[in-house]
């Protein structure tokens, strides 16, 4: 039986977690990221990010993070939150993020540019979703569509209808997902500072990949997926009828 819990943050649930937050996040890179960027994404890294989500929580600082279980089974992730402020400062549509941290060993800086193509009309109850995540088992068996009508009716009851997305540009199947499924129309363009690596002369590689920012609403992806579930019904009754 699938159903939809708030992120607990124990050590019994982030185990499961990372391992399918992993699996699921490697196929979709596979495609696009080099050899020596894959082997950063190890079960520890997603066990280290998860843990921060949890501590941040706590905190306060992460107030929607919902886990797709079956039965006792966890079998998918989604967090959202807030977008930053450095968003809405547009100028002449250009905006500007500061970046700082710690990356792969090493502390870092940057500017990161966002450059509009149109005015995106943010409300105040704008929501950026950072991730949603299925185990590769778990998908193209309706499980998505259901964590997504689950959680949905949870963030517009405390006001939220406007979200945005980013997803990386040599990322075709996210790309698909996020335009497709999540009705995200492009507003803007950017980069997402993602490893540092070394090549083959030990020179470090900063990896930095293009990005778009699309926006949406919830309303909108409840109707996509209908249209679809009622799609994939009518088609079952005819093969039904073969």
Known sequence: MLQVKKFSGS????LPLA????RSYNELSRQYKSSAEMQLYTKGSFIKKLKNWAEKQKQGQEPF???????????GVMRLNEIPKDYRNIKNLEAVEDEHGFLDGWTISRQRKIRYLKDPKYSEN???LNQIY???EAQKKG???FFMKSVIPTLQEQGFEQFIVEYNDNNTNGKRFHEDVLCAEQIAKTT??????ENNDRHAEFCVSPVTIGISNFSKVLKRIEAK???FKSQSRGNNTL
């Open 19 to 22: 391992d399918i937050y992993m």
């Open 126 to 128: 704008t929501l950026i």
């Open 229 to 231: 579930e009622k799609l």
């Open 143 to 145: 499980w998505g569509s």
């Open 11 to 14: 050590v019994k649930e982030i």
């Open 134 to 136: 299925l185990a590769p």
């Open 65 to 75: 993070i919902f886990v797709l279980y079956n039965g006792e089974n966890v079998c």
């Open 192 to 197: 997402d500072f993602d490893h540092i690596t």
